[in-house]
């Protein structure tokens, strides 16, 4: 089955730095990735994804870059701000399997300093 | 339009207890799945549904059981409480595969 591995699980950046997280995944059939942010005590919540066709996506200061050669995909994060402050999660799924399972990985927990 | 709703929010169990949650959702989605959160090591999946009257097994469903009577709802029972379900759950649901997948505000259970 599908495993997800992402690092790093802390990350430590300036206020205005950019911040990188980095997944890679073992199903060469995956070709779902969305990216999901989690506060603190609350539920994970959508931020970016990514399918296969695409090996780059935008959204204002959220980029996410897909490798599918080397099986790897990524979340960069500009101009980065207080309230980006939170663990991240990325996922990886084949979304044209009828037994479609989201597979996580074990989270960034992002700090953003002022 | 509520999304995607669980019940109860705080538990505590003994050892041996047993227990349903339940997790109903109002956006008509055809999946439902329940995942446990514990620290370090994300969300695992633990049963899932491709419709009513579906269920399938995912990463950790030992100790689990799951019901999807009704499209709307998608229960996880504990039969046997033991310690080692202390965990936070969350119920998620999707319009398809490879759609977004839709998160519930996560049920905190404690088993002591």
């Known amino acids: 089955g599908e495993n997800v591995e992402q690092h790093p699980s802390t990350l430590s950046v300036q206020e205005g730095d950019s911040a990188v997280i980095k997944c890679t995944y073992s199903?060469?059939?995956?070709?779902?990735f969305p990216w999901y942010k989690q506060e603190l005590g609350k539920r994970p919540q959508l931020i970016i994804d990514?399918?296969?066709?695409?090996g780059e996506k935008k959204d204002q200061r959220i980029a996410v870059t897909l490798n599918k050669t080397a099986k790897h995909f990524s979340l960069h994060i500009t101009e980065t701000q207080p309230e980006d402050s939170a663990v991240y999660f990325c996922?990886?799924?084949?979304?044209?399997?009828?037994?479609?399972?989201?597979?996580f990985g074990s989270g960034t927990r992002l700090l953003v300093r002022p | 339009n509520a999304g995607v709703t669980q019940t109860p929010k705080f538990r505590v169990l003994k050892t041996g207890q047993s227990m349903t949650l339940l997790c109903a959702q109002d956006?008509?989605?055809?999946?439902m799945y329940w995942y446990r959160q514990d620290p370090g090591m994300g969300l695992r999946l633990i049963h899932y549904?491709?419709?009513?009257?579906?269920?399938a097994k995912g990463e950790v469903p030992d100790g689990y059981n799951v019901s999807r009577l009704k499209k709307q709802n998608f229960l996880l029972g504990l039969e046997s409480a033991a310690p080692s379900q202390t965990s936070v759950y969350f119920c998620?649901?999707?319009?398809?595969?490879?759609?977004?997948?839709?998160f519930g505000e996560g049920s905190w259970l404690t088993v002591v």
């Open positions: 549904s491709v419709g009513e009257g579906t269920t």
């Open positions: 998620a649901s999707s319009y398809s595969s490879g759609n977004t997948i839709y």
């Open positions: 956006m008509n989605h055809e999946y």
């Open positions: 990514i399918r296969s066709n695409v």
């Open positions: 996922a990886a799924s084949n979304g044209m399997d009828s037994s479609y399972k989201l597979i």
């Open positions: 199903d060469s059939a995956s070709n779902y």
